[in-house]
């Protein structure tokens, strides 16, 4: 069991591999080195007889312009990537970081200049030592003209993408986008594969974690598979995103008391991934509250931003709603019969999204009636449990509204726009 490795964790490990800034351009310098010396190989063929002769002036004065433009150009987008990056950190949060290190626009920048710089240092010092004949020069040209319109193209692209990267509204998009992303995969899924836990589910001996941090992923089918072997029953008193230390329960077992004195737990254990950070991809709820932290910032004294916050709050909805979507038709058995997962609680991500703007934005009347307005078209879409989360903060944000605002106008257009919470009869049949 130790040396398996699930499809969902290998999706989780590609997950992070594959955000790292360096994994792209690294590919594609490998790339430009095999694209050199495979100009080589069409020496040994016929096309010798065939394609024009290149003359050595032409290709080795555009390789020489790529080796000594191409680095340049690279460490000026490292820059501006490093400026948008610091940008997004101040503007929005600290949070949205690695959303903005993850950008696809600039790691493909990144990675075509630098490729492009590898590929002509190699390339012109293969060509000045009359590496190439007559074929492999003109394959070599082919390939240099067509990495030269590339970088071109690219660059083009990417002045336009570096422009919003690291700006509010595109910050504000992009978390939007790993939030929903995250939450269709939980839809999908919304007990991990598993079964679901029934409220107050235990079992007779706790797990306990061995480290500090944030549960950032859970391997089920570890879980499972060492249930099976110990003929037990697995009950998950945690989710990722939870913040857990040695006194916390990460699980229950129930297994046969004779077998339970030799029972070794390190499987269920090692199968929560923990972390320094939380993770948009397993975590739903984070996205939410990175979204409230922008807004929150947004509505600061020293910002003084209500249309961000604004925008977050229709940013919610969204997301709610899709939350809300009905999931398919099929119904398929749980693939992991011996764990039990629990579902993540309305009230939760209603808490995760909301508090912060109904706390940071309660003396802003313009906040307030979008807030309601927000919690009020949410209680509609039809689900008992966002319901009463939604009327449950709308409550809340106009106590919060009624300590915040003098002005009586104000109370009463807030008052108006929070009667859904407090006229009950609006939802009765």
């Known amino acids: 069991m130790e040396s398996f490795i699930s499809v969902d964790r290998l999706r989780f490990l590609l997950t992070r591999f594959r955000d790292r800034l360096w994994v792209r351009p690294l590919v594609v310098c490998l790339l430009s080195i095999a694209a050199v010396f495979a100009a080589k190989l069409a020496d040994g063929t016929h096309l010798k007889e065939i394609v024009p002769e290149i003359t050595p002036d032409s290709i080795e004065t555009l390789l020489s312009v790529m080796a000594s433009s191409m680095l340049v150009i690279a460490t000026f987008s490292v820059g501006s990537m490093v400026s948008a990056f610091a940008s997004a950190s101040s503007t929005a949060t600290p949070r949205s970081f690695s959303l903005v290190a993850a950008d696809n626009s600039s790691k493909n920048a990144l990675s075509t200049f630098v490729g492009a710089f590898i590929f002509s240092v190699v390339a012109l010092t293969a060509f000045e030592n009359a590496y190439f004949d007559k074929a492999g020069i003109f394959i070599l040209y082919v390939l240099t003209v067509g990495v030269f319109a590339i970088v071109v193209i690219t660059f083009v692209r990417w002045v336009d993408s570096i422009a919003r990267l690291g700006r509010l509204g595109q ?31 235990t079992g007779q001996h706790k797990v306990f974690a061995s480290d500090i941090g944030y549960v950032q992923h859970i391997d089920i089918s570890v879980i499972q598979g060492w249930a099976e072997d110990h003929k037990a029953q697995v009950v998950l008193a945690v989710l990722p995103g939870k913040f857990v230390s040695p006194e916390k329960v990460l699980a229950y077992v129930d297994i046969l008391p004779s077998d339970l004195a030799n029972t070794d737990f390190s499987c269920i254990i090692d199968a929560f991934q923990i972390g320094d950070d939380r993770y948009f991809s397993d975590d739903p709820r984070f996205g939410l509250v990175v979204l409230s932290e922008i807004a929150g910032r947004a509505l600061s004294p020293a910002i003084n931003d209500p249309g961000s916050a604004i925008k977050i709050i229709g940013t919610m909805v969204r997301l709610f709603s899709l939350w809300n979507e009905p999931e398919k038709e099929e119904s398929k058995e749980p693939e992991y ?31 307030c009636i979008r807030l309601q307005k927000a919690l009020h078209s949410l209680a509609l879409l039809g689900d008992d449990a ?38 009950s009869a609006k939802f009765t049949d």
């Open 337 to 367: 019969d011996r764990v039990a997962v629990p579902e993540i609680e309305m009230q939760d991500m209603f808490d995760d999204a909301f508090t912060a703007i109904a706390r940071d934005g309660a003396g802003t009347v313009e906040v």
């Open 171 to 201: 910050t504000i998009k992009m978390v939007e986008k790993a939030t929903s992303d995250a939450m269709k995969w939980r839809r999908g899924s919304p007990t991990l594969g598993g079964i679901v836990k029934k409220e107050g589910q």
């Open 386 to 423: 966002m319901r009463d989360a939604a009327k449950y903060h709308g409550n809340l944000a106009l106590e919060r509204a009624q300590k915040a605002l003098v002005i009586e106008h104000d109370l009463k257009a807030v008052q108006n726009a929070a009667s859904f919470a407090t006229d």
